[in-house]
């Protein structure tokens, strides 16, 4: 059992703690959770105004919202940014098609140069890569491009930019000029400064070299000229404050007269999977006036066609209807290439997006391309212009009408039909909400409609919940922390059922694979949703027990994923985690018995659990090289923490067999981890720790696997570990947190706080929370919170969106469990 005990002073903890800096105070998140449903529908703010940025999906990708606000005839904007107007110079492969010069052998130092001869070269039509929709295949790490044009004047330019989609690192020249160069990958076209003076009335030439080093590969590229406003922009409503709930992000604003409050809330229920699976959220304007005079009022959202396709150069077709009390725009790709994609960095374009408001508010809706959802709203114009094209808006325009004192609320829907979700192992499944076929999309549409003032109650109730239970089980940092780490981690799942009827909430491994149902990726995961619903919990362990009773995975371990998203059709990681993937299994297993008080679900399971646990039996005390969940550190032979989520595992099943009834089983099992554990000190200790690995003395490391020791109240290790540990830890504090281990300075923020929950003192659970929360409002990474990080600089190493910050919640289900 976990308890703190009050210390009468960590005078080196307070010493090493100040206040949070300006910065922070500022900062509520890296990046703010506006709508999100799943790794599909998941659009973010990056920037602290909401107005600095374009709204954009979880992997970086614009999916934008635009806000405007007229306030008797003045226009302000309040969310997003409007789209740039360009003119085309030298169109790229989503205008019109062209054809370059090219060699992935290494030319001469002279082949950028405008007069550089390329008779050797080949000739291929762009765009380059090694997906499909590519023109010319690539799939070497080098490639070399030339691509000569003519232009007549350049006089009339006004801004020349580079039009570049590129993956990855890349380096740019212009007649021999050097341009842009950059390490990394884009998803989409970015615009790119360039001095004008460089591009000369007649021939010119652009040269390109890019260099893949991992994943996939890609480039296309233009020049354009960006325009002068016709129409300048009137106004930005001033930002003044910003909150954000486990289920809703609220922001304040001033224009002019009127006092607007935004709110986006996604109604993520988990103890209704009715409710959890409506793929709707409600975008909410709350307007009154703050001079007590009276302003004619009205509201403008525009959200992009982007927002369901995978590249922006992907034509769509667009639509308004009415049904029932609903007034309904709807848009999705002309391809329709359903589950035809498996990605990491992917963007859905199959499907339809929906935007629908209440007729009876006067709600006016209509489509135009991106570019004009601006002017059209400060000109009046509210017919649509366009019903086909690429990169649309669809525009919902809410009259309020004279707004005085009294508030006025209105609210739109933003809403996605996924038809079918995820392909599990050949089958095509469809959401959750429609497992049958029989549901729709605009019933959804019109109970989340129906059900709003409810709806918004349960959520405002939820959010209270999870904020005040956190704050009991540590401080207001870590309260705060658990509150970001909410909708992060659910909207990384999606909920469907399987061909046997069964459950499945399968996480994707956002920006580290994205591998399908990752089994440790579930393990960290698990806290959130042992606390709110097992039976989820259940949903992410499904799937890989049934890959291994099928006979389709042979092995006497457990598998280490699904797939790669939305295609659950069997491991497509390179090698197995054996130990790993096996403990976790049973741990979680383990864990869901305790949660509901039966041993229901392991007895289902209960021949495969026994396999594997005599694997870690076999090999759990002393691993030899293979990987664990940290696998970006690469393998490792000895591991003393891989070691103790063996040794802890096989107690989980001897504790399960007990509450089965099977005293036998129980005693043997149990007689076998407490004959580890003595076995476990003397090969990891280190003095006044105890190692990374057991051959080498001079490592440590965060030995997080001990904290279900204590939360399932097994008392295999003693308390002199606990003390030990977590001692050693408090000496190796940075900036940001603890370092995973002596290796490298970078850490996972979900491993800390797991440590940190079984650390004796609360001062001390307090001491290594209080980083985390330093590193999400400070951190330079402006990215959905991610968990991989440098501990000195709070630099992302890479991840983010993931749905392990569900692990957060360790304390508060630890605090849960031992209450009950």
């Known amino acids: 059992m976990i308890k703190f005990n009050r210390l009468k002073g960590l005078s080196v903890l307070a010493c090493f703690f100040t206040t949070l800096q300006l910065q922070a105070q500022n900062r509520l998140a890296p990046a703010y959770p506006l709508i ?51 003119t085309t110079i030298l169109a790229a492969a989503d205008e019109s098609p062209y054809n370059v010069s090219y060699t992935e052998t290494k030319p001469d130092a002279s082949w950028a140069t405008p007069n550089f001869k390329t008779t050797t070269w080949q000739s291929g039509q762009a765009p380059f890569g090694d997906e499909k929709n590519v023109k010319t295949l690539w ?73 893949n080093t991992a994943g996939g590969r890609y480039l296309d590229f233009g020049l354009v000229d960006k325009r002068k406003d016709a129409t300048a922009e009137d106004g930005i409503a001033k930002q003044t404050k910003v909150d954000i709930t486990a289920t809703q992000t609220t922001y304040s604003f001033t ?19 009715t409710l959890l699976s409506r793929p709707v959220s409600y975008v909410t304007y709350t307007v009154r006036a703050n001079d007590g005079k009276q302003h004619t009022v009205k509201v403008l959202l525009g959200a992009s066609s982007d927002i369901a396709v995978y590249q922006p150069s992907q034509p769509v077709t667009a639509q308004h209807y009415d049904k029932g009390n609903l007034t309904v725009l709807k848009v999705g790709t002309v391809e329709q290439p359903v589950l035809q994609k498996g990605a990491d960095d992917m963007r859905i374009d ?25 002017d059209a709203f400060k000109k009046g114009i509210t017919a649509s212009s366009v019903s086909k094209g690429k990169s649309l808006s669809l525009n919902t325009v809410i009259p309020f009408g004279t707004v005085g004192t009294n508030k006025v609320e209105r609210f739109v829907e933003l809403g996605y039909d996924e038809i079918y979700a995820i392909q599990y192992f050949n089958n095509n499944l469809r959401p959750w909400w429609n497992s049958d076929g029989k549901a729709s999309i605009d019933g959804e549409l019109t109970s989340a409609a129906n059900d709003y003032k409810t709806v918004i109650q349960r959520c405002n109730d939820l959010d209270n919940e999870i904020y005040t239970t956190a704050l009991k089980s540590g401080s207001e940092e870590y309260a705060r922390l658990c509150v970001l780490a909410y909708r992060q981690s659910i909207a990384a799942h999606t909920l469907v059922k399987s061909p046997e009827g069964e459950i499945l909430w399968l996480s994707k491994e956002n920006n580290s694979g994205g591998f399908i149902n990752t089994v440790d990726v579930t393990y960290p995961s698990a806290p959130l949703y042992l606390l709110y619903n097992p039976v989820l919990l259940q949903g992410m362990l499904n799937g890989i027990f049934y890959f291994s009773e099928s006979g389709k995975y042979p092995h006497p371990w457990a598998a280490h994923d699904l797939g790669t998203y939305p295609k659950a059709n069997g491991q497509t990681y390179g090698e197995p985690m054996p130990v790993e993937e096996s403990g976790n299994m049973i741990i979680l297993c383990a864990a869901i018995t305790k949660a509901q008080g039966n041993t229901d679900y392991a007895k289902k399971h209960w021949q495969t659990l026994t ?49 089965s009834g099977d005293h036998e089983t129980a005693k043997k099992y149990r007689a076998i981890a407490e004959s580890m554990v003595p ?37 295999l290790f003693p308390q002199k570990v606990y003390d030990t540990e977590t001692k050693y830890y408090l000496t190796k504090i940075n900036k940001f947190g603890i370092p995973l281990d002596s290796r490298k300075s970078y850490t996972k923020n979900d491993w800390i706080v797991w440590t940190a929950s079984f650390a004796p003192q609360k001062e001390q659970f307090d001491a290594l929370i209080k980083p985390l929360y330093i590193h999400a409002v400070e951190t330079p990474s402006r990215v959905p919170l991610n968990d991989f990080y440098d501990s000195e600089t709070g630099i992302r190493e890479n991840f983010k969106a993931r749905s392990v910050v569900g692990g957060f919640y360790m304390k508060v289900l630890a605090d849960k469990l031992h209450t009950n």
């Open 36 to 86: 999100t449903h799943n790794t599909n529908f998941s659009i973010w703010s990056d920037t602290d105004e909401l107005t600095n940025s374009t709204t954009m999906h979880w992997t970086g990708a614009d999916h934008s919202l635009l806000g405007l606000m007229s306030v008797d005839g003045k226009v302000y904007r309040f969310l997003g940014k409007e789209a740039t107007r360009y």
């Open 139 to 211: 799939k070497s790490d080098n490639i070399w491009i030339r691509r000569n044009f003519t232009i007549k004047n350049t006089a009339s330019i006004n801004d020349l930019l580079l039009k570049l989609h590129h993956d990855d690192n890349v380096e740019v020249f212009l007649n021999g000029n050097k341009i842009y160069e950059t390490t990394g990958w884009t998803n989409n076209f970015k615009y790119l400064p360039v001095d004008k003076s460089l591009l000369k009335a007649g021939e010119n030439t652009i040269a390109i070299h890019l260099a």
């Open 255 to 273: 224009a002019g007269g009127i006092d607007l409050q935004l709110a986006f809330t996604s109604p993520l229920l988990l103890n209704d999977l």
């Open 350 to 374: 199959w499907g339809y997006f929906y935007v629908a408001a209440p007729r009876n508010t006067g709600a006016i809706q209509y489509i135009t391309k991106g570019a004009d959802a601006a």
């Open 611 to 659: 396999t594997w646990v005599d694997y870690l039996t076999k090999e759990g005390l002393d691993p030899a090289t293979q990987l664990c969940t940290d696998d970006f550190a690469g393998h490792l032979a000895r591991n003393a923490n891989l070691s103790v989520k063996a040794i802890v595992a096989i107690g989980c099943y001897a504790q399960m067999a007990e509450q």
């Open 679 to 715: 076995k476990w000190m003397e090969l990891a200790e280190a003095g006044d720790h105890y190692a990374l690995t057991f051959d080498n003395k001079n490592t440590w490391s965060q030995k997080y696997n001990l904290v279900w020791d204590k939360v399932l109240d097994l008392h």
